[in-house]
């Protein structure tokens, strides 16, 4: 199990049961105190990540423990596609910057449509608003017109 005590970017972890938890956390009391713990694990889930990621993307339905790891690695997958438009963007000249984006914008707006469960959790992520995001959802509305 992995054990985490703070905010995302500023974890301190450890991995490890129990009885090895209690010692690790003598050294941190303040911080147990201030933040809190927060643990992932898997053990709820009986399904791989790659079976997840496939069910929830076709829109299957998943136990809340993996729905969970579906919206992570959908949130991931935005991500991704962000700093890739943003890399694309700033690393090209800017003709071929808008072809770049436009490629990288049209291979998301392909998988989403794809995918309903995928594009349920695009609908639902904070990335559509980002100026790159708000391009994928404008291609999104005209696929769905035609």
């Known amino acids: 199990m992995r054990w985490c005590l703070g905010g995302k970017g500023s974890e301190d972890c450890f991995d490890g049961g129990f009885r090895r938890l209690s010692k690790w956390l003598r050294n941190?009391?303040?911080?147990?105190?201030?933040?809190g713990v927060r643990t992932y694990s898997m053990t709820n889930?009986?399904?791989g990540l790659q079976e997840?990621?496939?069910?929830g993307c076709a829109?299957?339905?998943?136990?809340?423990?993996?729905a969970k790891h579906f919206s992570d690695l959908a949130a991931s997958r935005?991500?991704?596609f962000i700093l890739s438009a943003e890399s694309a963007y700033q690393s090209k000249a800017s003709?071929?910057?808008?072809?770049?984006?436009a490629l990288l914008v049209q291979g998301l707006v392909t998988e989403l449509v794809s995918n309903p469960g995928l594009k349920s959790a695009w609908h639902d992520s904070p990335f559509r608003a980002h100026i790159y995001g708000s391009l994928v959802t404008t291609e999104l509305?005209?696929?769905r017109i035609h």
């Open 78 to 80: 935005f991500h991704t």
């Open 28 to 35: 941190r009391p303040d911080k147990l105190i201030k933040l």
């Open 141 to 143: 509305d005209k696929a």
């Open 52 to 55: 997840i990621w496939q069910l």
């Open 95 to 101: 003709d071929e910057a808008k072809a770049w984006v």
């Open 45 to 47: 889930v009986t399904k």
């Open 59 to 66: 829109g299957e339905a998943l136990t809340p423990p993996e």
